[in-house]
């Protein structure tokens, strides 16, 4: 009798070390399913909703801005990878800024790194002298709704970061932001 009473209790023991188990398996399945539903998010929000047309686009309206941002190092940012690094996607990805629609490559840390791909804010009829004139924060609106960023430092730390860059300097964004073209706004 005490012999069945102990078998039993075994068997009450792991069947329960069994639910458990299979609880634990469980809430893990679930917890992976919500983290791959969190990566597909995450791949969606990393995949550009606007197409990237490189500098020479912003350069027929933004002279100033462009011929003083050619004069800084995130203008040669890829020419100072050797031609071996420049092959490697773990160095790339902070000394390049993005793809044209046909695949092309636009190297170096060009306008659109810091302000978002432009295909679709750059239109004439959200970058307006005339419409701008009348209506800044308007227009603005616009710009931003159609991919525009006026970077903050959030901007700059994706790669001004000491992870994957071996040649991290410390980033000082109030000092170094006013290093990255002139700003014909403010009489520069
Ligand atoms: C068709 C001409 C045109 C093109 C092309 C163009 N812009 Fe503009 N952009 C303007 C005008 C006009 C304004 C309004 C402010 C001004 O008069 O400078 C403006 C405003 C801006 C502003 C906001 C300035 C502020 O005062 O708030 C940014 C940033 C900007 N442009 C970046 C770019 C970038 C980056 C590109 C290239 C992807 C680009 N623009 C292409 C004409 C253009
Ligand atoms: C996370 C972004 C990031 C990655 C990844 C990265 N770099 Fe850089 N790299 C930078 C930044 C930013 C600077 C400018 C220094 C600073 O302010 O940190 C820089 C500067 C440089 C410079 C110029 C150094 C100087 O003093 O003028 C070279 C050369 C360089 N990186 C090579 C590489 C190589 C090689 C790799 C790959 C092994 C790499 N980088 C990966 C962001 C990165
Ligand atoms: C390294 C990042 C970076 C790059 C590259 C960059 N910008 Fe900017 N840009 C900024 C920051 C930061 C501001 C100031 C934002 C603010 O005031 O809130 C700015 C402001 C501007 C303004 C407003 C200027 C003013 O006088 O107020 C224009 C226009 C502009 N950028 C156009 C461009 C164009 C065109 C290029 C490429 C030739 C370019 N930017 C490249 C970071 C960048
Ligand atoms: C796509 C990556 C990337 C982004 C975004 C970026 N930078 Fe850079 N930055 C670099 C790299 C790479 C270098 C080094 C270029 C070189 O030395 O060849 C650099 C260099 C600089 C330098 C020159 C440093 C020196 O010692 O002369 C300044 C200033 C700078 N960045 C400011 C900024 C600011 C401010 C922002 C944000 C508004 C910003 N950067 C955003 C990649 C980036």
């Known amino acids: 009798m005490r012999k069945l009473f102990t078998i039993s209790l075994i068997m009450v023991?792991?069947?329960?070390?069994?639910?458990?188990?299979?609880?634990?398996?469980?809430?893990?399945?679930?917890?992976?399913?919500?983290?791959?539903?969190?990566?597909?998010g995450d791949m969606k929000k990393m995949a550009p909703a606007h197409e990237y047309v490189s500098a020479k686009k912003c350069k027929a309206c933004h002279k100033d801005v462009y011929t003083?941002?050619?004069?800084?190092?995130?203008?040669?940012?890829?020419?100072a990878l050797s031609a071996d690094e420049q092959k490697?996607?773990?160095?790339?990805?902070?000394?390049?800024?993005?793809m044209l629609a046909d695949g092309t490559a636009i190297n170096n840390v060009?306008?659109?790194a810091c302000h978002g791909p432009g295909a679709d804010y750059k239109k004439?009829?959200?970058m307006s002298?005339?419409?701008?004139?009348?209506?800044?924060?308007?227009?603005?609106?616009m710009a931003v709704?159609?991919?525009?960023?006026?970077?903050?430092e959030e901007t700059c730390v994706r790669c001004h970061?000491?992870?994957g860059n071996p040649n991290y300097k410390e980033f000082d964004f109030e000092k170094m932001k006013a290093k990255v073209h002139a700003f014909p706004s403010m009489g520069e």
């Not at 002298?129 to 609106?141: E, F, N, S, T």
């Not at 709704?145 to 903050?152: D, F, N, Q, S, Y």
């Open 13 to 40: 023991a792991l069947v329960a070390f069994m639910a458990i188990g299979l609880m634990a398996q469980d809430s893990t399945k679930s917890e992976m399913k919500g983290d791959m539903k969190e990566m597909k």
């Open 68 to 79: 003083s941002w050619e004069t800084t190092p995130h203008a040669k940012a890829f020419e």
């Open 88 to 98: 490697k996607p773990e160095c790339v990805k902070c000394h390049m800024t993005g």
């Open 110 to 112: 060009e306008c659109e």
């Open 124 to 126: 004439a009829t959200i």
């Open 129 to 141: 002298k005339k419409k701008w004139a009348a209506d800044p924060k308007g227009q603005l609106a």
């Open 145 to 152: 709704e159609a991919g525009l960023v006026m970077p903050t």
């Open 161 to 163: 970061t000491k992870e």
